[in-house]
């Protein structure tokens, strides 16, 4: 069974980073992308980056271009997302997801809470 714990949330003032991390398990763990999305309160879950497994590079939400960035480790069957000038619209909680199949998302972290004060 794949098991993804996502870390790294935290409480910031806008203009502050974080950096969020993201670790999978199981022993047959292959994904086909990686990715994180949030959830902001009171709003439906929305895609935040996405990084093919295998190589290239990471795509994001327009609303995040340009401040956050994602990489891997393979070796560590691991996430990262860098998140600078955070601002109070990226509050929310973040969870890291892992797809096995083609166009899936079939597996999530349990989320890790993002809050920004301005």
């Known amino acids: 069974q794949v098991q993804l714990v996502d870390s790294g949330g935290g409480s910031v003032q806008a203009g502050d980073s974080l950096r969020l991390s993201c670790t999978a398990s199981g022993r047959t763990f292959s994904p086909v992308i990686m990715g994180w999305f949030r959830q902001p309160p009171g709003k439906e879950r929305e895609f935040v980056a996405g990084i093919r497994w295998g190589g290239g590079s990471a795509e994001y939400a327009d609303s995040v271009k340009g401040r956050f960035s994602m990489s891997r480790d393979i070796r560590k069957n691991a996430i990262y997302l860098q998140m600078n000038t955070l601002r109070p619209e990226d509050t929310a909680t973040y969870y890291c997801?892992?797809?096995?199949?083609?166009?899936?998302?079939?597996?999530w972290g349990r989320g890790t809470q993002v809050t920004v004060s301005s």
């Open positions: 997801a892992a797809g096995v199949v083609k166009g899936s998302w079939n597996y």
